[in-house]
């Protein structure tokens, strides 16, 4: 088992532009989650899903954001424009049932704006 | 809402010493509880879990976390720490709510390990 799959490890890229984060959870995982780390606010849980279908959104922090499950292998997550305020890692997790019977996290993908 | 409190940022503690790591949470019924690790630059990896029965739980690599109701806490242990535990620890409390079905993570408490 290859566990939870990010990439990239880590992106650079200058404001405005459009930012593609990709997540590939662990093959029977039904439950997908994005979460973003920043020193100032901890772990934020951005978005999860279930079974693909998006179940709570109320953590994406506004309509730059967007995130997709085509399939039950990958998701991503887009932000567009990108903005320095933006920069962080996001860590994607799956999991095997709901969320409350603990995840397993992927590496992160670092997030640098600029 | 459930929440979760790491009262210490961050703990030093000298190589072969003990440890102990506080977590308070808040939930209206019997809590999921965990205790996460994450390395510099890593992901986090699940170090134990409570769900019910025996209140004290064993971990990997070495560690036990006590569950106490009276306290609502779920404090993590470890007998004797070595220089490769030094790494962010965070905890981390269950919804069981449908549609919350999430995880809810304090703000993590970084510990420094000394010669």
Redesign the interface.
């Known amino acids: 088992d290859a566990g939870v799959i990010q990439s990239p490890r880590h992106e650079v890229t200058e404001m405005g532009q459009e930012v593609t984060l990709r997540c590939k959870p662990i093959s029977g995982h039904d439950y997908l989650f994005w979460y973003r780390q920043t020193m100032m606010r901890g772990l934020e849980l951005l978005i999860y899903f279930n079974n693909n279908v998006p179940i709570d959104d109320s953590g994406m922090p506004e309509d730059r954001f967007s995130a997709k499950m085509p399939n039950a292998s990958f998701s991503t997550l887009k932000i567009q424009p990108s903005e320095p305020r933006d920069s962080a890692v996001y860590f994607c997790a799956s999991s095997l049932g709901p969320g409350w019977i603990g995840y397993t996290f992927g590496s992160g993908t670092r997030l640098t704006v600029v | 809402a459930q929440s979760v409190t790491q009262p210490d940022i961050h703990i030093t503690v000298s190589e072969g010493a003990s440890l102990e790591l506080r977590c308070n949470y808040s939930y209206g019924a019997t809590p ?1 509880l ?1 205790w ?1 690790v994450q390395s510099p ?6 170090l134990l ?1 409570y769900f019910s029965g025996d209140t004290l739980v064993q971990g990997i690599k070495g560690f036990e976390a006590e569950f106490k109701r009276s306290q609502s806490s779920f404090n993590l242990r470890k007998p004797s720490v070595h220089w490769s535990d030094a790494a962010e620890y ?1 905890c981390a409390v ?3 709510n449908f ?10 408490t970084r510990l420094t390990i000394i010669p």
């Open positions: 999921y965990f996460y630059g890593q992901g986090l990896q699940l879990k965070f269950g919804d069981l549609g919350n079905e999430k995880l809810t993570f304090g703000t993590g």
